[in-house]
């Protein structure tokens, strides 16, 4: 008796769910400004949340900038597919 598994690769990605649009923020006194953001989450077809990472590592909402970045945060699940969510944060004012 032969018995055929069929064992399906996964090929999709995880999706984000509310991906910020660039933010612009005025900067204070200092040079900087404080900015909050509602953290994207990511969602898998495999029903098992992904990893996610964020860079520049370590910020998390409300976070004090002192120039523009670029804020990316990656969901990774289990067979290895990426996805990212990217924003700006575009500081504005005299310098």
Not at 13 to 26: E, L
Not at 50 to 55: A, D, H, R, Y
Not at 62 to 67: A, D, G, L, M, R
């Amino acid at each position: 008796i032969f018995l055929l598994l069929y064992i399906r690769t996964d090929v999709t990605p995880p999706v984000f769910k509310r991906c910020p649009r660039d933010i612009y923020a005025s900067i204070n006194e200092n040079s900087t400004a404080l900015v909050n953001w509602t953290q994207p989450f990511a969602l898998d077809n495999s029903n098992r949340a992904p990893q996610v990472t964020i860079t520049p590592p370590g910020i998390s909402p409300p976070h004090v900038f002192n120039e523009t970045a670029l804020v990316v945060y990656t969901a990774t699940d289990a067979s290895g597919n990426k996805k990212e969510c990217s924003f700006k944060i575009v500081l504005e004012g005299d310098s």
